[in-house]
């Protein structure tokens, strides 16, 4: 059985970091492209970045370009969002996304809440 668990959320204020950590488990880790989203309230779930099946390869949603990155762990099946200089809008519950494009496989998380506070 696949599951997929974020955790590392938080309190925080703004300026500061967090990182958040997505365990995988039940599949084949180093065959999906693994990607963050989040979702504010009344807003739609949007990405904020993907890293590719070795982790060569990185793309951010222009909002956090600079600030946030994404590595992962492919022996441990685990995946990082590393998140600096946190604003107010990045308020969010944040999900872990797990991809295998030649299967169309996909995999969701429950989500960690990040509450950045004034």
């Known amino acids: 059985q696949v599951h997929v668990v974020e955790s590392g959320g938080g309190l925080v204020q703004a300026g500061g970091s967090l990182r958040l950590s997505c365990a995988a488990s039940?599949?084949?880790?180093?065959?999906?492209?693994m990607s963050w989203y989040r979702q504010a309230p009344g807003k739609e779930r949007e990405l904020v970045g993907v890293?590719?099946?070795?982790?060569?390869?990185?793309n951010y949603a222009d909002s956090v370009k600079g600030r946030f990155t994404i590595s992962r762990d492919n022996a441990k099946k685990i995946v990082y969002l590393q998140m600096t200089s946190l604003k107010l809008d990045d308020t969010a519950v944040y999900y872990c996304?797990?991809?295998?494009?030649?299967?169309?496989?996909?995999?969701w998380g429950q989500g960690t809440q990040v509450t950045v506070s004034s």
């Open positions: 996304n797990a991809k295998w494009y030649a299967t169309s496989t996909n995999h």
């Open positions: 890293i590719s099946t070795t982790g060569s390869s990185t």
């Open positions: 039940g599949l084949t880790f180093r065959m999906y492209d």
